[in-house]
């Protein structure tokens, strides 16, 4: 045999190798995912997935807000740890992570930037293990905790459902001292009795329905749904923490547009503070455009959503459980005083946030129609997602 047979004879036999290797590695590659797929199977039939609902409490520092955007991965939300956590403990197939839609996923209420919560919900379909709460909170950061599941019904979907949303919003009392005081004074400030009154009868303005064009972006007098239903809205009495004094507004509506809250209480400030009349609350309401100012983020957090209707239909027929949490009330309180409150006031006294936005105020124009300010621009919205409770 001459050079060149040998030579050819070498080559046919190293290919023969190669093919004989490829074909092995793919033979290992189908039983490994005939394997996967098997025990996917196993999984499915143990653990047959169910819609649920999951009860969330959250603080919203260091998040840009709820709702995951896989476009803009580098920008962590809420749902980005929360979808991890489903598919490392297991409620959740890989797969469904870059899909949400295949586990029927909806949020009640879509948080914005640095926005806190104690009683979000959402629905979504899982595989309904023992111990699921324990095994998702495993793999939680301790800012985020999954502290209730109920079955629902299969048509079940957290927005639509939901009745109303109750907010709170944590202040510096400061925030309604007259415009004359160093704001930069907090320790020092206290809310007088007749202050924190007249507070609650500004904000007694807002109930009932009205139109809120002027409290949002990119929203119209005509457009239907800036009317808006605010059922309750007042400021708690004041307390101590860290030498200073803060209060708590809590506000409950059918549901908010984006930063209406934030605006609503931006602008009671403003009136306080001296730098708006009090006519400017109803005069917000009509056609004309009103400058109002937005509140800083800080401080807002979702307490509840209501779900009266469906519990009225579904709660007593036996098969279904009422979605209210009375049991897992001490664990929100808990979650509360340990994450949200004290990042709202750390932040507060480190940051000065309230402070800082309250030299803004005299930028606007309370009686004139509004202009661009540069203390309150805001970017064109996607409003696919309105009345989401998104503020």
Not at 282 to 311: C, I, M, T
């Amino acid at each position: 045999m001459n050079e060149d047979a040998k030579v050819q004879q070498t080559a046919k036999v190293l290919k023969r190798a190669n093919e004989e290797s490829e074909d092995c590695a793919e033979k290992l590659q189908n039983s490994k995912r005939i394997k996967a797929d098997e025990d996917h199977n196993e999984e499915e039939k143990k653990y047959p997935k169910k819609k649920v609902v999951l009860l969330m409490a959250y603080s919203g520092k260091g998040y840009y807000g709820m709702q995951r955007n896989p476009k803009n991965s580098q920008f962590r939300t809420i749902e980005d740890d929360l979808v991890t956590a489903l598919i490392k403990s297991g409620c959740i197939p890989d797969n469904h992570g870059d899909d949400m839609k295949k586990m029927s996923f909806q949020r009640c209420a879509r948080t914005d930037k640095g926005v806190s919560a104690a009683g979000q919900v959402v629905s979504l379909k899982v595989r309904l293990m023992e111990d699921v709460l324990k095994k998702i909170n495993e793999h939680l950061p301790a800012q985020i905790r999954v502290l209730g599941v109920k079955r629902v019904t299969q048509g079940f979907n957290s927005k639509n459902n939901c009745d109303a949303r109750t907010y709170s919003y944590m202040i510096p009392t400061v925030a309604f001292s007259n415009k004359d005081y160093d704001a930069n004074q907090m320790s020092a400030f206290r809310l007088e009795p007749e202050t924190i009154q007249r507070v609650n009868r500004l904000f007694t303005f807002y109930k009932g329905t009205h139109n809120f064009h002027n409290f949002t972006s990119q929203k119209a007098f005509s457009d239907p749904s800036a009317r808006r239903y605010i059922m309750e809205m007042s400021c708690s009495e004041p307390f101590i923490r860290r030498d200073c004094e803060f209060a708590v507004i809590t506000v409950r509506g059918q549901s908010f547009m984006l930063h209406q809250i934030r605006k609503m209480i931006g602008l009671v400030i403003a009136v306080m503070k001296g730098y708006a009349k009090e006519d400017v609350l109803e005069r917000s309401w009509g056609a004309q455009k009103v400058d109002v100012p937005k509140a800083p983020g800080l401080g807002l957090v979702l307490e509840r959503v209501h779900f009266d209707r469906y519990n009225k239909r579904f709660g007593g027929d036996g098969l279904h459980e009422r979605l209210e949490w009375d049991g897992e009330e001490e664990e929100i309180q808990a979650f509360k005083e340990a994450h949200i409150y004290p990042s709202i006031i750390d932040t507060e006294l480190e940051e000065h946030s309230m402070v800082s936005w309250m030299a803004t105020l005299p930028i606007h124009d309370f009686e004139a129609s509004a202009v661009q300010t540069g203390g309150d621009k805001e970017p064109k919205q996607d409003n696919a997602d309105e009345g989401n409770g998104s503020d």
